[in-house]
């Protein structure tokens, strides 16, 4: 019978076998320390109109909710970055947050977490858990911070030596593993540049972004046929999502490129002008963006977006 930290051992190796570039694992317990900053967050109507963080907030704070008997966390990240060559194609041409011309970051992770999953059930040890990406309530980067992954950076994104191109993924098991507990120094120090960066000033003090004001959220998660008085007058260029704060970042400047040929974009995706998306057809829009997270946004907004 293997020991918690023999078992952790073997998982972590699997997860970098399995394709992904970093895997910590944690204790799972109540997250009491992120339960104020959570709440202010709401409180304070930063989530804009994303009704469903508002949701479920018990959920976000315990994984026991979320996995009955749930032990510990296996938190994993996949660098997306595809470099900056294919996104120089001039001002006509809007632009795709890099994390989302290739397939669907949730269906490629949550593939490999499965499969990791069958693999410690079959080679290691029964354990049941699941598998989590993005779309669950879960904080993903307080997982991954606690894990010895990265920091939070002034952003709210998780940063890295490695940069902050990074999916996180989580598997939620009922298995006692042994934990990772020296947390990452946070290494943004006096830089600003991703705050004096953001065109909508939507990075606020204390690692807090007001979706109110931030582009992704306008291009992405608003819903409504027309932009309101309050929406960003001028999206920078965005059409779905935004990398400025990203791009600015100093930790990035080396970043390495992805190797999941997955992410690899269709190049027609990258070279839609304004004139294309405007004329484009729904039979054309789900030809090009079938199985990528742009599908989420959907035609008619992507032309709203576009018209902005």
């Not at 490999?112 to 598998?131: F, H, Q, Y």
């Amino acid at each position: 019978m293997l020991s918690p930290g023999e078992l952790s051992e073997y998982i972590k190796a699997k997860a970098l076998e399995t394709g992904f570039d970093a895997c910590g694992i944690v204790r799972a317990e109540p997250l009491e320390e992120e339960r104020s900053r959570l709440l202010t967050w709401l409180m304070e109507g930063y989530h804009a109109g994303m009704d469903y963080m508002a949701r479920n907030t018990e959920k976000r704070l315990d994984p026991a909710r979320l996995v009955p008997g749930a032990r510990s966390i296996i938190v994993v990240l996949l660098n997306y970055y595809p470099g900056d060559d294919i996104y120089d194609k001039g001002d006509d041409i809007p632009r795709i947050s890099r994390y989302a011309p290739g397939r669907d970051y949730h269906k490629v992770i949550k593939k490999k977490l499965n499969g990791l999953l069958t693999w410690i059930n079959e080679e290691l040890t029964p354990a049941k858990g699941r598998a989590f990406v993005d779309s669950a309530p879960v904080l993903e980067r307080a997982w991954a911070v606690r894990a010895g992954l990265g920091w939070t950076g002034k952003n709210s994104l998780l940063v890295t030596k490695k940069g902050s191109w990074f999916f996180l993924g989580e598997l939620i098991l009922d298995l006692e593993l042994a934990y990772d507990e020296d947390e990452v120094k946070d290494h943004c120090g006096s830089c600003t540049r991703c705050v004096e960066a953001c065109p909508t000033q939507a990075i606020l003090p204390n690692r807090t972004v007001d979706a109110g004001r931030c582009i992704s959220y306008w291009t992405i998660e608003y819903k409504g046929k027309d932009f309101p008085a309050e929406a960003p007058e001028d999206l920078n260029g965005w059409v779905f999502g935004c990398d400025i704060c990203q791009e600015v970042c100093p930790w990035n400047r080396k970043a390495p490129l992805h190797q999941v040929p997955d992410f690899l974009p269709d190049e027609r995706r990258l070279s839609l002008t304004r004139d294309d998306w405007e004329k484009m057809t729904e039979e054309e829009f789900k030809d090009l963006f079938a199985g990528t997270p742009v599908m989420r946004t959907g035609l008619e907004r992507m032309k709203r977006n576009v018209e902005r």
